[in-house]
């Protein structure tokens, strides 16, 4: 069975010899991810922002690996107080809101430094996660709203919606009694060729937006806009 090593090319993986994750066959291990960069800079002085920044690199490297956040089946994640595991379950729940995978939550003495407070660790089946569904209060609305950024009408059920783009399905499911996330809660990432010219058609649409075009320290240039219910739909093109 073939095997495939994804580097992320930080020199501790030469020293310590391991590499950010394997695939073998359908099954890919992220190694256990903290919030810092190449070079072992922490990136956020907080749980939730270093767990936020973690699950960023994981989905990197999933991708590399030829699968995404939703092709996850299993994460655990280690934290060096308990009392912080409400903001980083915060930010896992952001992350897996829809996908919801088998999940550990464990607190240990310390981790590599003692100003890294968490480290997560992922394992998915490539091609486990055929579609994406999203909750609607609104059926019409949602509908408007993602046929306008360019998915495919693939089938329409009245209560329940295909949109396709490029392969990947998306169901829209209205449930009246339906309430928002309070926070923007997201799992569909779209690639795209040119992720500029999708922001142009973002702006011209008015559409709302949660985090601003850039190029990210992940290995990706992207934006995150909102549908009507505030589920986030993240845009990227590979750096």
Request: charged share 20%; glycine share 10%.
């Amino acid at each position: 069975m073939a095997r495939q090593n994804i580097s992320s090319g930080s020199p501790w993986e030469d020293v310590v010899g391991y590499c950010r994750a394997v695939r073998v066959g359908e099954h890919v291990f992220v190694a256990g991810t903290t919030g810092t960069d190449a070079l072992g800079k922490v990136l956020a002085p907080d749980a939730y922002g270093q767990a936020k920044a973690a699950l960023a690199r994981i989905e990197v490297a999933l991708g590399e690996a030829g699968c995404s956040l939703s092709d996850v089946v299993r994460t655990r994640m280690y934290v060096t107080d308990m009392s912080l595991a409400s903001e980083v379950t915060r930010a896992h729940g952001e992350a897996f809101l829809k996908i919801k995978p088998a999940a550990t939550l464990l607190g240990v003495a310390s981790l590599i430094a003692p100003e890294i407070l968490v480290e997560i660790e992922a394992d998915a089946l490539a091609g486990s996660a055929l579609v994406t569904e999203v909750t609607v209060r609104d059926i019409e609305a949602s509908k408007a709203f993602y046929l306008s950024l360019g998915f495919a009408m693939q089938r329409d059920s009245g209560a329940f919606v295909v949109l396709t783009w490029d392969g990947f399905e998306l169901f829209l499911d209205e449930r009246a009694d339906f309430v928002p996330p309070a926070f923007p809660a997201g799992n569909v990432r779209v690639m795209v060729p040119d992720v500029d010219r999708v922001w142009g058609l973002c702006q011209s649409l008015g559409v709302p937006v949660h985090s601003e075009i850039g190029d990210r320290y992940y290995g990706l240039r992207d934006f995150t806009v909102l549908d009507p219910d505030g589920f986030g739909v993240r845009f990227a093109t590979r750096l």
